[in-house]
T-cell receptor, first 114, second 110 residues
Framework: GAGVSQSPSNKVTEKGKDVELRCDPISGHTALYWYRQSLGQGLEFLIY????????KSGLPSDRFSAERTGGSVSTLTIQRTQQEDSAVYLC????????????FGEGSRLTVL | ELKVEQNPLFLSMQEGKNYTIYCNYS?????LYWYRQDPGKSLESLFVLLSNGAVKQEGRLMASLDTKARLSTLHITAAVHDLSATYFCAVDLNDYKLSFGAGTTVTVRA
C-alpha cells in the first residue's frame, strides 16, 4: 500500500482482556518495527522483524506481549490479560531493510484499558 | 544503554523569530533522525543525518550533526504557525533499533 496501515485506530478494552493490533507495512519493506508511545512520552522500542531472521524481542515489556509477522508482511501485536499500564499508542513502522535509514510510521493504534 | 536527551521539552515560539532544539546522546553514533508529529497523527520523517558535519535544510528547518560532541540541532528560522508540532530526534543503536528522545512540543504564537 501507499503507507503503513494500522488497525484498529482506537481500542477500548477492559482490564484482563486480550487485544490484537494489526500492522500492514509498505509493500517491499522487509523491516517492521513496533513502538509504544505513552502519553507525553517518547517512543519505546518493542520488537523488530527483518525478513526471515529471528525477531528482536528485547523491548517487549512482559511475557503478556507477543508479536508475529506472517509471510514477511502483515504483523500482529498481541497483548494478553491487559493492564491499565498498557494504555498507550502502539506505533508500527517499516523500512526498506536493516540500516536502511528512515522509518515510515503508521498512524498508530490507541489502546485504552479501563 | 543509549540515552537520548532533547531540550527544551516545551518551546513557545513567537512568529518570525529563530529558535533551536538540541538533541544530545550518550553513545557514539553517526546516524541521527528528526521526526515531526502533529497531534493525533503519526511521525513524519524530516531529516536523516548520516555523518559528522552533516547539515540538511528544508524550508525553515535546518538540522545538523556533530558526532564528536554527540549533538544534533534543529534550527527553526522565522517561525510560522504551521510549525507547531512535537519534534523527535532518534539515534541508531545498532543499525536498526532507533532510540528516541522524549520530544520537544513546539507552539508558535502570533
Amino acid at each position: 500500500g501507499a503507507g503503513v496501515s494500522q488497525s484498529p485506530s482506537n481500542k477500548v478494552t477492559e482490564k484482563g482482556k486480550d487485544v490484537e493490533l494489526r500492522c500492514d507495512p509498505i509493500s517491499g519493506h522487509t523491516a517492521l518495527y513496533w513502538y509504544r508511545q505513552s502519553l507525553g512520552q517518547g517512543l519505546e522500542f518493542l520488537i523488530y522483524f527483518q525478513g526471515n531472521s529471528a525477531p528482536d524481542k528485547s523491548g517487549l515489556p512482559s511475557d503478556r506481549f507477543s508479536a508475529e509477522r506472517t509471510g514477511g508482511s502483515v504483523s500482529t501485536l498481541t497483548i494478553q490479560r491487559t493492564q491499565q499500564e498498557d494504555s498507550a499508542v502502539y506505533l508500527c513502522a517499516s523500512s526498506l531493510g536493516a540500516g536502511a535509514g528512515e522509518l515510515f510510521f503508521g498512524e498508530g493504534s490507541r489502546l485504552t484499558v479501563l | 544503554e543509549l540515552k537520548v536527551e532533547q531540550n527544551p521539552l516545551f518551546l513557545s515560539m513567537q512568529e518570525g523569530k529563530n529558535y533551536t532544539i538540541y538533541c544530545n546522546y550518550s553513545t557514539t553514533s553517526d546516524r541521527l533522525y528528526w521526526y515531526r508529529q502533529d497531534p493525533g497523527k503519526s511521525l513524519e520523517s524530516l531529516f536523516v543525518l548520516l555523518s559528522n558535519g552533516a547539515v540538511k535544510q528544508e524550508g525553515r528547518l535546518m538540522a545538523s550533526l556533530d558526532t564528536k560532541a554527540r549533538l544534533s540541532t534543529l534550527h527553526i528560522t522565522a517561525a510560522v504557525h504551521d510549525l507547531s508540532a512535537t519534534y523527535f530526534c532518534a539515534v541508531d543503536l545498532n543499525d536498526y533499533k532507533l532510540s528516541f528522545g522524549a520530544g520537544t512540543t513546539v507552539t508558535v504564537r502570533a
